[in-house]
């Protein structure tokens, strides 16, 4: 609870037998999850669990952003936001949750990961731009962000998607987000689906992208 909202979520936990530290995916949902049913927002955290998709036992944490409010205080449509000097209510209950879960858990601090799609997206770039040192990747697929925090994210692994024909974010926001990394250095990937509106999620999340996100480890246990 933040300012006397409740904020749901999802925890999954590894298998019990697995043992051991497990790395943490934590994932924001779009604006069509919003709600509080507390079961909208799972779609996307569920591949998680397709063994089709990923073999990795992880701890995955998915927050649910109440009806018509959003995780990141920008317009969606603006061709570029600066990072708002304060987060929204939503996204500072989800990051009480997190910061107890990181310590109240057997989470490997060097493979912390966070993805997210549209509003999540958003909320993707947001937060590594916030806290650079506590994720080991990360995924936000057709969103955008504050290309002046370029530097401060630049030692985060990132594998960035958008759709050339999106139209609700445009595809310039994730193009260049990209081009502000690589302009000083930075080495992210970038996938740009020709054909694709708004729905790069449809084609995104593949095995490859799982076992490329899960392979990436800090060297160093970073101060959450």
């Known amino acids: 609870m933040q300012d006397g909202r409740n904020l749901p979520y999802r925890f999954h936990c ?7 530290k497990h790395p943490l995916a934590v994932h924001f949902h779009g604006a ?14 569920k591949l998680l669990l397709d063994p089709a998709l990923n073999r990795e036992e992880c701890f995955i944490f ?10 990141v205080d920008t317009d969606w ?4 936001h600066r990072l708002p000097e304060k ?50 990747a990360a995924v936000p697929v057709c969103g955008g962000g504050d290309e002046n925090c370029a530097a401060s994210i630049l030692p985060v692994p990132i594998w960035a998607f958008h759709g050339a024909l999106d139209q609700a974010v445009k595809v310039e926001r994730s193009r260049n987000m990209i081009a502000a990394l690589r302009s000083i250095g ?28 899960f392979a990436q480890r800090k060297s160093v246990n970073p101060l959450c």
């Not at 449509?77 to 570029?80: I, L, V």
């Open 87 to 136: 987060t929204t209510p939503e996204m500072d209950a989800a990051i009480i949750v997190l910061d107890n879960i990181i310590a109240n858990y057997p989470i490997d601090r060097n493979r912390i990961y966070i993805y997210g799609q549209s509003m999540g997206a958003f909320a993707t770039w947001d937060l590594i731009c916030r806290r650079p040192r506590l994720f080991a």
């Open 77 to 80: 449509g603006d061709m570029s």
């Open 32 to 45: 069509g999850s919003r709600g509080n049913d507390n079961l909208a927002q799972l779609r996307f955290a």
């Open 186 to 213: 930075g080495d992210p990937r970038y996938t740009e689906f020709p054909d694709v509106a708004h729905n790069a999620w449809d084609y995104c999340y593949t095995p490859e992208l799982f076992q490329w996100m």
């Open 14 to 20: 590894p298998d019990a037998n697995a043992g051991g």
């Open 62 to 71: 998915t927050p649910q952003c109440p009806a018509e409010l959003r995780w």
